[in-house]
Every structure is written in structure tokens, then in C-alpha cells.
């Protein structure tokens, strides 16, 4: 007989009858856990004078009453488990029921607000995304205004510090009393604004969602109203459905922030003049119908003065121009009336929608000139001018909305940075050189622009069309430009540029065409970094400069990267990702780590775990279909310039580039194997942007440039 082993404390009443006087007794006896059944019965036989005959009749007892305990036991469990499940299926029952049942569902309403924001943007509904645009302008402003109170707070602060300072006698006690003073004013100050700016910050999002919200409601009911498609701008007024939600929104509990109440104030039934509303009144069907411009307009030439043959002769010379490059007189002169005659814009169409500009023409044969509308006969194209006219970069053409023409000198190259600009693809060469076209337009109008930083005037830039593979031919866009990353992340001194920008970032923002960027850190530089206060100091100040409305602030989304590294340390090659709204044409920032202290000491190689962080980066642009990306080419931190060291041999840093290069080379031939398998259309071409310093010469840009053609010449 094996050993039976107590699994619980039992405590179990006995009544003996023991002989020869039949004494009926009543005892206990404690059974412990983990204890053997026998050694127990034996020690209470002998503690209370038991017969030791009577052993075994006693352990079979004792040995019955344990195994029905335990029955009893497990019954109840089960049970007990047995109605747990049982309310567990109720209850999913009941959710089920509830969540497929209109009139039981209590689950959370799903967030429309992307899918209305996306709508309203490439709405055809006139002034709807100017308003927003104007909106998002007004709250910047008014953060821009916290900023610039509490920085004069700051100086009187500092002002009122040295004059106390000055007229202290001298007394030690009384100095550091005023250090101690001054030091808490300073913090008492930097907090307030902290303040300040989140909750202004929050109570902007909040009402900018809700708002968009709205107008995406009011603008679905106005659309399911009108039942004809082929003439909304003509019968749908943008003006109205924003007048409408907002007194509608008046009316609700809350107050409505000024930069709201500023929309509905003063609302004329026409468009603004250069707003982004009014050209989407002019294009906004498949075949882009234009009014007649005014330069080739004679109803308005006749207005034009004693300038107007001068006028005409220009029009006529960026006609030819437009020959020049291989396009016939018709197609030249419809794409200058389609841009309003600026002629990067027509260049622009020439080359990405030449069938649409076909369409046009044919158009025109058939239907009979219209008369030139009011925008037109407002528009600065009908004085006199010497012909350099410049313009923001135009907006995507699915929106079928070219940008608005701005005052003169404010044309910028920063639209270089759009995948679907500036790409001249000729049929022949592996690699397609079209540097020539940027620079021509540069020559024509870096005469006109004294006071651009570089963000909005790159010095030099170089831009090449490639095909690699054999079988399967994939196409890329590379660029090579003078510009720091910090320089890409600076906030545009013009508004109009501003509002271009945020117009071309939002008509991107929720599409397959996002555009990021590659900014380095290394790995002294995490533990600051969410504050600012390390290394890419130009991104957070650009990051706080505005609201954040689509995606959780840049401090609360590494907040939640911190969180994922847990109490591991950060190590060359990791990266992690922020994503943007509020950034100049960008949309997500890739962070890589990189192990840094000198161009000597921190040698590149092919197995370098930055090399692999880099490949990886690649990867995830290729899986998430970001369009453009553009990144150091030396991999070398902002906070460092290669170029001002004279000592530095420059072979170590065209090494570098020649093995940054070659990687993204061979990333590229590797996918170009991969075939598109998705049937519906050609994958767009992707385009990388490879950004030296704006220290380097002319010669060292130009060193580069060959580098980069010799590496991707074979392709």
C-alpha cells in the first residue's frame, strides 16, 4: 500500500465504542496538509490509548471521509466555474447582440474625423479648405502671440534683474537673494507658458476636430442636395455651409475661440483673390476647362496701356522657351493659360499631364471662348512686368487645384521636394539629367529674391530620373542639394508661402504620397531628446510653433517610444518614427541612432549597425509607400559640418558618401526585382533626396553630383 499524502487540513469527529465495557467516546482528529495519512492516524492511536488493531479499520475510515471531501470540493469548483462561464456567455451574447442591434449599441462612435478632413480637402466646394487653411493660419498666430508676450515678460524680467543687481550695495546676502529671486521668476515664467500653450493647444484641437467634423456633415448634406455633379462649384457655395456650422456651433454650450468667429465676420458671396478655393473654381474636372488668361485675352489687352506690346513680347519669348524643350506652340500656350502664365507651373503640367493639356485644346476647337472672369481681370499677370512672374509650388494634380499665384519674388524650390514635380523622364539614358531646367528657372528669377533664407532658395541642386532592373524596370527620382535638415524645418517668414505649404502637406497627409525625412541623433543625445533640448533643436522649435490636430504631439509620441525601449538603452541603428501634420511637406521623421564623436573615429563600413538601421528605414518607406524621403548623404549629425574643417582629407567624406550611395543602390535593385502586385495602376516612383551641407563649394558639389552618377550610371 503507497503512502497517501493529506492535500488539504481536515479536522474529522470520530465515535468509538471501544470493548470490553463498550465506553462510547468522541474524538478529533487534525489532519495537516502535506502530511502522510498514516503517520498521523498511528500518532493519534497512541496519544489517545486507541487498540492497535483498530488501526487499520480507522485509516480506511479516515482514508473515505478525505476522498469525499475533495468530491464535495470539486463539485462546488465546478459549478462555481459552470455559472462563471455561463454569465461570461451571457454576457457576450448580450455585447453581440447589442453591437449588430441600432437601437442597444452603446459602443463608441468611430472617429470620422480623418475620412472628413480628407474629404473636405479635396472637396470641389468652394472656400471649404481655404477656411480651414485660414483657420489653422489663425491659430498659429495666436500661439505665435503667447510665444512673443511671454518673451517680453522674459526680458523685463532679465531687464529688471541687472538694474537691481546695479544698485545692490554690494552685500553678499542681498545678491544671492536676488539670484535666488530672479532664477524663480524665470521658472515661474517658462512654467506659465508651458501652461499656457498646452491648453491652448488642446482647446484648439478640440474645436478644430469638431468643426471639421461639422463642415464634413453639413457638406455631405449640401452635396446629397444637389444631385448634379457636373456643376457643384457653380451651385454649391462654400461661404454658406461654413456660415452655417459655425451658427450652428454658436449656439452650442462652449465659446467659440476669435480665430472661428473671425471666419463668418465680413463673408462676401466671391472667393477671395489668390485663395486656394478660388483656383479650385477654375479646375476642377477631368478635362482642366481654363478661362482665358489675360495676356492672350483681348478684352482685357486693350486695357493694358502703352505696356502692352512690350507685355506680349515676353509671353511670346516664354512660348518659345517652352518650344525649346521639345513641346509644340499650342501645347506651350495652353499649359502658360492653364498656370496663369507662370511659366515653372506650365513646365509642371507639360510634363505630368500632357494628355490633359491635349484634351484641352481639342476642347477648345468645339466650344466657343468664354469670357475672362473677374479673378482674372484682378490678377497682377495684366500690368506690365518683366516676365519672371513667380508662384508657390502647385498643389498634387488629383486635387485638380493648381496653388495661387503670389506677389513677385516669392517663387520657391522648395516644391522640388514634391515627388510629382521637377521629374523630366527622357527615354534613353540610364540616368536622365535635368538640373539644367531648375536652374534656368533659378536664373531667372534669383535677381528678384534678396531676402529668402535657404529653406526657400537652395543654392545648388541636381536632379536625376533612374530605371534599374532587368526584367522588371522600377523608376526613381534623385536629388542632390545644398541643404541642411534643419534648414528643410524652418518656418517660412511669408504667410502666403506658409499657407501654400500647409495646403500641399494636408492634400498629401492621407494618401500614399508622404513625404519624410532622416534626422540623426546619437546615443547621448536620448535623454533630452523629447524636450528639445539635445540634438535636431530646428525640428522641435517647428514642432511647437502650431497645434498638432491629426496625430498626438511630437513630446507625447517619443513619450510612448520611450516607453517601448522600457530601461534597454538606445543603440546605433535603432530608429523610431514621429508622424507629422504641422511640419513644411513633411509627414514623417524617421530618428536614427548613429554612434558619433569625429568623421575620423566614427568610420563607416558595410556592417555598420547604422548601415543596417538605414536599410531597415528603406524597408519601412517601401512597405508604407512613402513617396519621398530625403537625408543626410554623409550621415553625418546637423550639429556637425565636414566642410568648414580645412585639415579634413575630403576622400574620408567622399567614401562615405560613395558607401551611403551604393547602400541605397543596392536596396533599389533588390526591390526592383519585387513586382507590383498591385494590378490597378503602375507603382509611382519613388524619390530620395540626399542633402549635403550649404558649406560645401561648388567644387565639392560638383565632386558629389559625379559620384553619384558613376555609382548609378551601370543601372
Not at 457643384?232 to 454650450?253: A, C, H, P, Q, T
Not at 530618428?591 to 555598420?608: D, G, K, N, P, Y
Not at 524621403?629 to 568648414?644: C, H, Q
Request: proline share 5%.
Amino acid at each position: 500500500m503507497e503512502p497517501i499524502k493529506i492535500l488539504k487540513d481536515i479536522m474529522v469527529d470520530l465515535k468509538f465504542v471501544i470493548p470490553p465495557s463498550n465506553k462510547k467516546c468522541m474524538l478529533t482528529i487534525y489532519l495537516k496538509k502535506d502530511k502522510l495519512l498514516l503517520d498521523v492516524v498511528r500518532e493519534f492511536i497512541d496519544d489517545n490509548n486507541i487498540p492497535c488493531y483498530l488501526e487499520n479499520s480507522l485509516l480506511s475510515v479516515v482514508e473515505h471521509l478525505i476522498q469525499e471531501s475533495l468530491r464535495i470540493d470539486t463539485e462546488r469548483d465546478n459549478k462555481i466555474k459552470s455559472e462563471s462561464d455561463a454569465i461570461n456567455i451571457r454576457k457576450n451574447l448580450v455585447s453581440k447582440y447589442k453591437k449588430h442591434t441600432v437601437r442597444y449599441n452603446d459602443a463608441p462612435a468611430e472617429d470620422i474625423f480623418p475620412k472628413a478632413y480628407h474629404n473636405l480637402v479635396h472637396s470641389p466646394v468652394p472656400s471649404i479648405f481655404d477656411t480651414l487653411l485660414q483657420l489653422e493660419q489663425g491659430y498659429k498666430q495666436a500661439i505665435k502671440d503667447i510665444v512673443s508676450a511671454s518673451d517680453s515678460e522674459l526680458e523685463c524680467i532679465q531687464s529688471r534683474h541687472h538694474k537691481e543687481i546695479e544698485t545692490e550695495s554690494g552685500c553678499n546676502n542681498g545678491i544671492n537673494n536676488l539670484i535666488e529671486k530672479y532664477r524663480e521668476d524665470v521658472e515661474y515664467n517658462q512654467a506659465a507658458l508651458a501652461s499656457e500653450l498646452e491648453e491652448i493647444k488642446r482647446q484648439q484641437k478640440s474645436e478644430y476636430c469638431d468643426l471639421v467634423v461639422k463642415l464634413y456633415e453639413a457638406h455631405q448634406r449640401s452635396l446629397s442636395v444637389h444631385q448634379s455633379a457636373t456643376d457643384l462649384n457653380m451651385r454649391l457655395d462654400g461661404k454658406e455651409i461654413v456660415s452655417e456650422v459655425i451658427s450652428s456651433l454658436k449656439k452650442s454650450k462652449y465659446e467659440l475661440s476669435k480665430e472661428v468667429l473671425k471666419l463668418d465676420q465680413g463673408h462676401d458671396t466671391r472667393s477671395r483673390h489668390g485663395s486656394i478655393s478660388s483656383l479650385s473654381e477654375i479646375i476642377s474636372s477631368p478635362v482642366m476647362t481654363a478661362p482665358p488668361s489675360p495676356m492672350f485675352s483681348p478684352v482685357l489687352s486693350s486695357f493694358s496701356g502703352n505696356g502692352e506690346d512690350n507685355y506680349f513680347n515676353v509671353d511670346l519669348k516664354m512660348i518659345d522657351d517652352i518650344e525649346e524643350m521639345g513641346f509644340n506652340h499650342d501645347q506651350a500656350r495652353m499649359a502658360l493659360e492653364m498656370a496663369n502664365g507662370n511659366k515653372e507651373q506650365a513646365v509642371n503640367l507639360l510634363c505630368e499631364q500632357l494628355d490633359k493639356i491635349d484634351a484641352q485644346i481639342a476642347n477648345n476647337l468645339i466650344l466657343p471662348p468664354r469670357r475672362a472672369s473677374m479673378l482674372f481681370a484682378s490678377s497682377p499677370l495684366k500690368e506690365p512686368s518683366n516676365g519672371k512672374q513667380k508662384s508657390k509650388p502647385p498643389r498634387r494634380p488629383k486635387l485638380t487645384v493648381l496653388t495661387k499665384q503670389e506677389k513677385k519674388n516669392s517663387w520657391s524650390p522648395m516644391s522640388l521636394f514634391n515627388p510629382k514635380q521637377q521629374m523630366i523622364p527622357t527615354p534613353s539614358t540610364p540616368v536622365k539629367r535635368f538640373g539644367w531646367l531648375s536652374r534656368k528657372v533659378m536664373d531667372d528669377v534669383n535677381g528678384h529674391i534678396p531676402n529668402l533664407n535657404l529653406a526657400d532658395n537652395p543654392q545648388m541642386m541636381e536632379s536625376f530620373t533612374i530605371s534599374l532592373g532587368n526584367q522588371v524596370k522600377s523608376t526613381h527620382n534623385l536629388k542632390l542639394s545644398l541643404s541642411d535638415t534643419d534648414d528643410l524645418l524652418k518656418s517660412s517668414n511669408d504667410t502666403a508661402r506658409d499657407m501654400a505649404y500647409k495646403a500641399q502637406t494636408a492634400a498629401n497627409l492621407y494618401s500614399q504620397k508622404l513625404t519624410a525625412i532622416v534626422l540623426l541623433l546619437t546615443p547621448k543625445d536620448w535623454p533630452k531628446y523629447k524636450l528639445g533640448k539635445s540634438a535636431n533643436r530646428a525640428f522641435f522649435a517647428r514642432c511647437k510653433e502650431s497645434t498638432e490636430f491629426h496625430f498626438k504631439d511630437v513630446e507625447s509620441q517619443l513619450e510612448a517610444i520611450e516607453k517601448d525601449f522600457d530601461k534597454s538603452e538606445i543603440q546605433e541603428g535603432d530608429f523610431f518614427i514621429t508622424k507629422h501634420s504641422n511640419l513644411p511637406l513633411i509627414h514623417v521623421v524617421f530618428h536614427l541612432v548613429i554612434e558619433f564623436e569625429s568623421i575620423t573615429s566614427s568610420e563607416l563600413t558595410q556592417r555598420s549597425h547604422v548601415m543596417e538601421g538605414l536599410r531597415n528605414i528603406l524597408r519601412t518607406i517601401d512597405r508604407f509607400d512613402i513617396a519621398s524621403i530625403s537625408l543626410p548623404l554623409l550621415l553625418i549629425p546637423s550639429n556637425i559640418d565636414p566642410f568648414t574643417n580645412v585639415i579634413l582629407d575630403e576622400n574620408i567624406l567622399y567614401k562615405r558618401g560613395e558607401l551611403v550611395l551604393k547602400c541605397i543602390k543596392g536596396f533599389m535593385m533588390q526591390n526592383s526585382g519585387m513586382p507590383n502586385n498591385d494590378g490597378e495602376k503602375e507603382e509611382a516612383a519613388k524619390t530620395v533626396s540626399f542633402l549635403l551641407s550649404k558649406n560645401a563649394t561648388e567644387k565639392q558639389f560638383h565632386n558629389f553630383r559625379n559620384l553619384l552618377t558613376r555609382i548609378f550610371k551601370t543601372s
